[in-house]
């Protein structure tokens, strides 16, 4: 932020020392993640690659082993860039974030944490400590992101998460896309999917509906048209994983 000049502080904190914000905990139907959590030990846990293997798709393609090494959870969600990927991830795992300052901590949903490009609901004086996500039976999830070059910011990802109901059916389902301004996730096509089979028809049409729903902007990255065909065909892509992975879970 600061080199890119977008941040001017007059005072800078090293909060690296706040080890006690390094965990990654389950409680119950609950798995914590401090904010201090670095992405390469998310990427290292088997927990989270088990419980939520879309965070484990999304941290192999962000950045590099220097910055995966650094980089935090907490960091990248509050850093707010549209292009962050793990922003996306927390989205359609339906987490959410706990905010702790003078006032006392409170928690809400990561759909209302991110307020604008580089702009959250954390206030000056507080300080984001953790983010919860909640474990569901017979879920899966999936990432995939399309990058000029390894470990470049995408041009276009998507990522998308679902629970199956004991006949088959997607009880939830969440889609989320990186990069192209989107603001939530994708709710008309979560509503198409909800309470029906998965089907290659149905994720087709979901694709459609991501495609329509974003809005891009033509950049060195790529031209409208190249983004929203993307936007479509990783949208497909992800909800197809996302759906084996729940078939195939061994939880609950
Ligand atoms: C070369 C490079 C390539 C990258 N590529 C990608 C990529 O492909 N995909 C991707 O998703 N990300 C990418 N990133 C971002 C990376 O994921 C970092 O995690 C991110 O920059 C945050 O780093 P940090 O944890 O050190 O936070 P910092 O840079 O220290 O902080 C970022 C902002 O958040 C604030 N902040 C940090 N922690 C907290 C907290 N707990 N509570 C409140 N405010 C807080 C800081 O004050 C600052 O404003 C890249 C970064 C670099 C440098």
Redesign the pocket.
């Known amino acids: ?1 600061m080199k890119l000049r977008l ?1 001017r ?1 007059e005072w800078l904190i090293d ?1 690296n020392d706040l080890r006690e ?1 390094d965990f990654i905990l389950r409680n119950g139907d609950v798995l914590r993640v401090g ?2 959590t ?2 390469a030990t998310l990427l290292e846990s088997a927990e989270v690659s088990r419980l939520f293997p879309i965070v484990s798709d ?1 941290e192999r ?4 082993p220097t ?2 090494n ?12 549209p ?5 996306t991830v927390c989205e359609v795992l339906r987490g959410s974030a706990v ?1 702790r300052g003078p006032r006392g901590e409170r928690v809400i949903p990561l759909t209302e944490f991110h307020q604008g490009p580089y702009e ?1 609901a ?1 206030a000056q004086n ?4 953790e983010v919860r996500f909640p474990i569901r039976p017979r879920s899966g999830s999936a990432y995939e ?1 399309v ?1 000029r070059r390894v ?4 041009i276009v990802a998507a990522g998308a998460a679902m629970s199956l109901a004991d006949d088959g059916t997607m009880d939830d389902v969440a889609m989320g896309l ?1 990069s192209v301004g989107l603001a939530g996730t994708v709710t008309e096509a979560e509503d198409l999917l909800r309470g029906k089979a998965p089907s290659e028809e149905l994720f087709v049409e979901a694709g459609r509906i991501a495609a329509r729903a974003c809005d891009p902007v033509a950049d060195q990255r790529g031209p409208v048209d190249y983004k929203r065909h993307l936007a479509d065909e990783l949208t497909r892509r992800v909800l197809r994983r996302a759906a084996v992975r729940a078939t195939d879970s061994q939880e609950g």
């Open positions: 932020m941040a502080p909060i914000l904010a201090m670095r992405h999304a393609v962000i950045a590099d910055v995966r650094r980089g935090t959870i907490g960091g990248s969600l509050c850093q707010a860039d292009a962050e990927d793990l922003s905010i959250t954390v507080e300080l984001l400590t992101k990058e470990g470049d910011w995408a990186t």
